[in-house]
């Protein structure tokens, strides 16, 4: 949801590289969400919830205009780095990784830099960041986070247990549109004795088409995941979600995925998602 209304910022702000990847630090102009943020607290009010206001928080400075502009009105300034302390990023390597979930990351990262005439540069691939609150970690979201539910996570990254649930990582190939997710299941995600739940696979093929779908389409929900569990994930394993663009309609944006072992031999599991377009008013009912 977070991403959504930051890719629907990215929307409207016309910025060409979509700034609401899953995570991603959004540079989004500071007036654009305030604006924006008013829109959510109106949204809330219409649903009977109210905002608790901005109180105690260090990174709003109601300061007087008349000391800066020479005005007698107030205004609103935000600190480009509001938070306390850097965010986690669960995207990147910890103690709970397997050496082949290692190696497998070492390989996609080195394709993120290609070397030209001697130089390094940015290649086709690009590793996406992650944080269990999306929108408070982009700039200026703070703000946000607070009107909407402070306890909130992202459902994919709510354990602090490395290695307990859903390790993973994606990488986006802009070019293709497609992206690579490599993803270690962890001992919460049991279903099957030994094996990985067939509900975690659905969250992970969600997550990561609706990864693709987002970056692709902006604000999107996921409207249809068809799957198919070809053969079981043992827990503990690691395996590679790819997915790919397959075609947009309108509103629609179609995307396909397969989960494979690393070494892409054995299919697990196949799927297709549909994603609708939305407004981020869908998501207050408005
Ligand atoms: C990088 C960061 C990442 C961010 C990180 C991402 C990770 C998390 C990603 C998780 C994403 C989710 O789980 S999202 C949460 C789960 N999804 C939901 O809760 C969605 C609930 N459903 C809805 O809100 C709604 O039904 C919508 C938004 C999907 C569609 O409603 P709508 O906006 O009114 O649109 P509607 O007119 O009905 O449909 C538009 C077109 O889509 C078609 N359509 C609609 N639904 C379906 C359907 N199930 N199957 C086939 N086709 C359908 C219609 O026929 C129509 O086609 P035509 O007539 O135009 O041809």
Known sequence: MYASHLANLHRQTNIQEPRHLEGSIAKVPVGMMIRQGFQVVRGLHRHGMKWSGLAGRQPINRVPVSQSMGVGVRV????????????????????????????????????????????????????????????????????????????????????????????????LNKQEKSCVCIFQAGHLLEGPPGHVHGGAIATIIDSVTGTIATYLAGPVMTANLNINYRSPISLGSVVLVRSALEKTEGRKTLISCQVTSADGARLHTEATGLFVAINVGHLFGT
């Open 76 to 171: 609103l300034t935000m600190s480009s780095w509001p938070f306390s302390s850097p965010p986690r990023d669960y995207s990147l390597p910890n103690d709970s990784w397997s050496p082949e979930m290692r190696n497998l990351y070492d390989h996609y990262n080195a394709l993120c830099e290609v070397e030209e005439e001697g130089q390094k540069k940015r290649g086709p691939w690009r590793r996406l960041p992650s944080y269990n609150r999306t929108l408070k970690y982009a700039t200026g979201g703070q703000c946000l986070s607070k009107v909407l539910q402070a306890k909130a996570r992202l459902f994919t990254r709510n354990t602090e247990e490395p290695g307990a649930s859903f390790e993973y990582v994606v990488f």
